[in-house]
């Protein structure tokens, strides 16, 4: 069974450029998780979709936001990108919101 | 407001060296905590998933147990390719909280 998918594995950009990460979660899952882990930080929760609507949101600026499609696969877009938002961003999913989240490989956004 | 806060931050091991990893929380209604292992640069594996106190649970080198506080990662016998980061993480009623995470590095 597949697991979680992210695209793309790396991708280099220059202050206030526009990104979009894309995540594809294991077949079944309806629940969708971003999770921001800068270098050396821990992991920093972004936003929960299920069943296609945003759930909750962490503590981010409106700038990063995202959906879910009819086949819960998800984006994440970040706006106006800034030097601190270089991280690694990672894509869970999980059956319920209760449940186990499995991750993907995350892609990792550089910022110039 | 949840918290996790894991102990120590950094273990070093000499291979077959047996630890423990902690895991200390608070979290209002505990819907279930959560091990991964971490490599460097990748996304985190699952390990285990423990859901109420007195609950223990088993992989290979790895032993988990849960109290109504902390959580303990055993490590018996540890081999290099056990190197990693371990992240603790609990669901409550609100979001899943992480913890900073414990670096292990076992040397041979």
């Known amino acids: 069974e597949a697991g979680v998918t992210q695209s793309p594995t790396h991708l280099i950009k220059t202050r206030g450029q526009q990104v979009t990460l894309r995540c594809s979660p294991i077949s079944g899952h309806t629940s969708v998780y971003w999770y921001q882990q800068a270098l050396g930080l821990g992991l920093q929760f972004l936003l929960w979709y299920d069943e296609g609507e945003e759930r909750n949101r962490g503590n981010f600026p409106p700038r990063f936001s995202g959906r879910q499609f009819p086949n819960y696969s998800s984006e994440l877009n970040v706006n106006a990108l800034e030097l601190e938002d270089s991280a690694l961003y990672l894509c869970a999913s999980s059956l319920d919101r209760a449940d186990t989240q499995y991750f993907g490989p995350g892609t990792r956004l550089t910022v110039l | 407001e949840d918290q996790v806060t894991q102990s120590p931050e950094a273990l070093r091991l000499q291979e077959g060296e047996s630890s423990s990893l902690n895991c200390s929380y608070t979290v209002s209604g505990l819907r279930g905590l959560f091990w991964y292992r971490q490599d460097p640069g990748k996304g985190p594996e699952f390990l285990f998933t423990l859901y109420s106190a007195g609950e223990e649970k088993e992989k290979e080198r790895l032993k988990a147990t849960l109290t109504k506080k902390e959580s303990f990662l055993h490590i018996t016998a540890p081999k290099p390719e056990d190197s990693a980061t371990y992240l603790c993480?609990?669901?409550?009623?609100?979001?899943?909280?992480f913890g900073a995470g414990t670096r292990l590095t076992v040397k041979p």
């Open positions: 993480a609990v669901q409550g009623t609100n979001d899943m909280r």
